[in-house]
């Protein structure tokens, strides 16, 4: 059975995380069903490419089953956690957690203060997310229809 199908037994998932590849981005990216706008290769390397950045992996055995993106967006001193998902049978297992941790550990060692991202109102869980994990909304960038809406977060990084 393929990892993205895979059921889970028990509340434990057993999983790695590490600097991963755009490819594995991909296998991710596109078996997740919140991500209607499929990017290639090429428009992940144009948002990355002379910029500071981390790609990060999960990985169940040698499968990816998540991702997380950031990058040196605004040249301020803040790290923009861009994109990250874990495959739909992996959720509520941690992985997104942990994900997050080791990106607000590396952007610490790299100087950074603070670590934000962006949203859109219709991705309740992400709202969720954020506002658990110590982010505090700082702008919101009305959209028609109104689940559209951009919502960005900052987070103090210590």
Same mark, same amino acid.
Request: hydrophobic content about 40%; aromatic content about 10%.
């Given at each position: 059975?393929?990892s993205?199908q895979?059921?889970?037994? +028990?509340? !434990?998932?057993?999983?790695?995380i #590490?600097?991963?590849? &755009? =490819?594995e *981005?991909?296998?991710?990216l596109?078996?997740?069903?919140e991500?209607?706008?499929?990017?290639?290769? +090429?428009? !992940?390397n144009?948002?990355?490419? #002379?910029t500071?950045? &981390? =790609?990060? *992996?999960?990985?169940d055995?040698?499968?990816?089953?998540?991702?997380?993106?950031?990058?040196d967006?605004?040249?301020?001193?803040?790290f923009?956690?861009?994109?990250?998902?874990?495959?739909?049978?992996?959720?509520?297992?941690?992985?997104a957690?942990?994900?997050?941790r080791?990106?607000?550990?590396?952007?610490?060692?790299?100087?950074f203060t603070?670590?934000?991202?962006k949203?859109?109102k219709?991705?309740?869980?992400?709202?969720?997310?954020?506002?658990?994990?110590?982010?505090?909304?700082?702008e919101?960038i009305?959209?028609?229809?109104?689940?559209e809406?951009?919502?960005l977060?900052e987070?103090?990084?210590?």
């Amino acid at each position: 059975m393929p990892s993205s199908q895979k059921k889970r037994t +028990e509340n !434990l998932i057993i999983f790695t995380i #590490k600097s991963g590849t &755009l =490819i594995e *981005v991909l296998a991710v990216l596109h078996a997740t069903p919140e991500f209607e706008n499929h990017y290639s290769i +090429e428009d !992940l390397n144009h948002r990355l490419k #002379k910029t500071q950045h &981390l =790609i990060l *992996v999960a990985y169940d055995k040698e499968h990816p089953i998540g991702f997380k993106i950031g990058f040196d967006r605004f040249k301020d001193g803040s790290f923009y956690t861009w994109m990250g998902s874990v495959l739909p049978p992996y959720r509520r297992g941690g992985i997104a957690k942990a994900l997050a941790r080791k990106q607000e550990s590396w952007a610490v060692q790299q100087g950074f203060t603070s670590i934000r991202l962006k949203t859109r109102k219709k991705y309740k869980t992400m709202i969720a997310f954020a506002e658990n994990s110590g982010f505090t909304l700082v702008e919101e960038i009305a959209k028609i229809p109104e689940a559209e809406t951009r919502l960005l977060f900052e987070k103090t990084l210590t």
